[in-house]
């Protein structure tokens, strides 16, 4: 297969370097192949002439060797190597086995600032987040405000820069586990993109935003079994129904209704002090009404899903704070 005719069947467009080197799996024999780097990805021709890859972000070292253990004794060689297998790979000139390594190297030890640039374990965490999580579950489940007391600032940003750096090599027997924790939390905060899939984003912001729309209600129960599925590692192909799987595993959907309460209970507080917010969720401009299809509002989503009765009925509820806690947990435990 010729190189450009390789270059189209692979598909990329930010290649970092391409061409022919020599390979050895585990215990296999060395033979010759065609490489293509780019981004965190190794691709590689396989036996049967059909590109494989290697997903770098999940290598655990990577090592040079020398001569003795290269293809024909002809020069050093490096061997990448994860849970379950390595490959050892050499250039045919030892300077372009150093760049090579050098390349492959800065993708292994490296992370960016975006959850799909971190180094990831053999189940798809990121390192940093499953090192922090184990650390703080094996040394600090008996700490007082784990997740809440802050750390050094100065010893959390030194933590921090460790693990962008070289996720693999750090050690977090010298650090406390309020610090460790403070670092999961500023990694969390400070990256660039968002920790939720992007496809159900829009439903999280909208859900902030105090209305919900029956579309943006069906997105958020549909993310809630989404990540149900993911914790109970059920797949589609084992074709369950959502009401099946929560039949199974005996529970009922609660995102919404939790979001719901969080709002009622909030409001509640808002409405007794009876100040400028009060004003505003309540108040009306002194214009024309507009033509169309009126936007729901903040009171209209919270009236219907506390039970059947008017906007007004609702608001002379919240005067009462035992019969306003009264009405949000029934709603809770009946409502959707």
Same mark, same amino acid.
């Given at each position: 297969?010729a ?12 290649i ?5 080197a020599?390979?050895?799996?585990l215990?296999?024999e060395?033979?010759?192949t065609?490489?293509?780097?780019s ?32 293809y024909q ?5 490096f ?18 086995t150093?760049?090579?390594y050098n ?7 490296t ?5 799909s640039?971190?180094?990831?374990t053999s189940?798809? /965490? ?8 184990? %650390? *703080?579950e094996?040394?600090g489940?008996? @700490?007082?405000? &784990? ?5 050094q600032s ?6 921090l ?7 693999l ?5 010298e650090?406390?586990?309020s ?8 990694f969390?905060r400070?990256?660039?993109d968002?920790?939720?899939e ?8 909208s859900a902030?935003?105090w209305?919900i ?6 997105k ?7 990540f ?5 590692r ?22 919404v209704?939790? /979001?719901?309460?969080?709002?009622a209970?909030?409001?509640? %507080? *808002?409405?007794?002090r009876g100040?400028? @917010?009060?004003? &505003?969720?309540?108040?009306?401009f002194?214009?024309?009404r507009?033509?169309?299809r009126?936007r ?8 219907s ?7 007004s ?23 959707t």
């Open positions: 297969m190189p450009v005719a390789v270059m189209e069947h692979v598909g990329m467009i930010d970092q370097f391409a061409g022919y020599y390979m050895k799996e215990v296999n060395w033979r010759q065609f490489l293509v780097f981004w965190r990805i190794l691709k590689f021709m396989n036996k049967d002439l059909k590109f494989d890859y290697i997903d770098l972000r999940k290598a655990s070292s990577i090592r040079m060797q020398d001569s003795s253990n290269g004794n002809q020069g050093p060689c061997v990448i190597s994860s849970t379950g297998w390595s490959v050892y790979l050499q250039a045919s000139l030892p300077r372009d150093e760049k090579m390349c492959l190297l800065g993708a292994i030890t992370s960016g600032s975006t959850l640039d971190q180094a990831l189940n798809d /965490i990121p390192v940093i987040v499953d090192r922090c999580i184990t %650390h *703080v094996v040394h489940l008996m @700490e007082t405000g &784990v997740y809440r007391t802050a750390g100065s010893r959390v940003q030194a933590l820069d460790s693990f962008r750096k070289d996720a090599s750090v050690s977090l027997s650090f406390p586990i610090e460790v924790a403070d670092t999961l939390k500023r969390l400070e990256l660039d968002s920790v939720f992007r496809i159900y984003y829009p439903a999280w912001i902030a935003a209305t729309s029956k579309q943006i209600q069906n958020l129960e549909a993310a809630e079994m989404w149900l599925r993911r914790m109970l059920i797949p589609w192909t084992a074709k369950k129904t959502n009401e099946r799987v929560l039949n199974e595993e005996n529970k009922r959907r609660s995102l209704r939790t /979001i719901r309460k969080r709002q209970t909030f409001l509640g %507080h *808002v409405m007794r100040k400028l @917010e009060h004003l &505003v969720t309540t108040g009306k002194e214009e024309k507009s033509g169309g009126q729901e509002k903040i009171m209209d989503g919270l009236a899903w506390l039970g059947p009765g008017k906007v009925d609702t608001l002379a509820a919240v005067k009462d704070r035992v019969l306003w806690r009264d009405m949000i947990a029934n709603a809770y435990k009946q409502g």
